[in-house]
């Protein structure tokens, strides 16, 4: 059985990037809406780069700042550093 993880993020402009770069990175990744919050479920490891979120926003980021800022929970194990997040 194939063990599902991922994010829970507030939904602004950084979610909504995060998101993205997720769906296009991972296979299998699924978004749902829970009011002001996006729930992203992925088969492990479900990995996303501080690149591919910026390029989706058109700004640059500092993952650690912003992925605490707009992470309200997540399933799994969080692995972060400055260039990719990456959740077991």
């Given at each position: 059985m194939t063990r599902v993880v991922g994010p829970v993020l507030v939904r602004d402009?950084?979610?909504?990037?995060?998101?993205?770069?997720?769906?296009?990175?991972?296979?299998?990744?699924?978004?749902?809406?829970?009011?002001g919050y996006l729930r992203v479920s992925a088969p492990a490891?479900?990995?996303?780069?501080?690149?591919?979120?910026?390029?989706?926003?058109?700004?640059?980021?500092?993952?650690r700042e912003e992925l605490h800022r707009t992470m309200v929970s997540f399933a799994g194990r969080l692995e972060l550093d400055d260039e990719v997040a990456r959740w077991r």
């Open positions: 402009a950084i979610g909504d990037a995060i998101v993205e770069a997720i769906r296009d990175g991972n296979a299998g990744a699924e978004v749902t809406g829970q009011g490891p479900c990995v996303v780069s501080r690149a591919a979120i910026e390029a989706r926003l058109g700004a640059p980021i500092a993952l």
